[in-house]
């Protein structure tokens, strides 16, 4: 019987090591979505230990009548569903700026984060998440927006 339990323990650890990911230490890519209007986002990635890691966005229009510039930073879980493809939740805050014909100034925001991602044999990561934000501001941000984004990240 102490054989078994001993050998039962010996199983679980070897499995739980086995099955532990490999989250990269940098990543910095794209995120291609419609973010509120803005378009794709310059993403990096940084790894804090074993299943997290900080995700910072950067998004930005220039136009005839508005620009805008948003920094959105998220501390993210990430859990294995097979050796090389991920799922993870997050959840952070962001600010921003906008200058139009009418109306200037400041936001902020609060956001969630889910999504998959697959981590390829070479340094490319594929990624696609749903990522809902709460905008505090009177003109330009005021609301929830629901933005569904493809990543594409270089891993170093």
């Known amino acids: 019987m102490k054989k078994l339990i001993l050998s039962a323990i010996a199983i679980t650890i070897t499995a739980f090591t086995v099955n532990a990911q490999d989250i990269s230490k940098n990543a910095l890519g794209l995120r291609l979505g419609n973010n509120d209007g803005l378009g794709g986002e310059i993403s990096y990635q940084r790894h804090l230990n074993d299943n997290n890691r900080l995700e910072f966005d950067l998004g930005w ?10 920094l959105v930073g998220l501390y993210q ?3 294995p569903l097979d050796e090389s493809f991920n799922w993870y939740v997050g959840a952070g805050a962001g600010v921003g700026s906008y200058d139009s014909r009418n109306n200037d100034g400041t936001f ?3 956001a969630g984060d889910i999504g998959i991602e697959y981590n390829f044999n070479i340094p490319l990561q594929l990624s696609l998440d749903f990522r809902p934000e709460l905008g505090f501001d009177d003109n330009y941000s005021d609301d929830v927006d629901f933005d569904i984004a ?3 990240r270089y891993r170093f």
Request: negative net charge.
């Open 61 to 70: 229009r220039d136009s005839d009548n508005l620009d805008v510039f948003k």
């Open 77 to 79: 879980w990430v859990m």
């Open 108 to 110: 902020a925001l609060v």
């Open 150 to 152: 493809l990543g594409i």
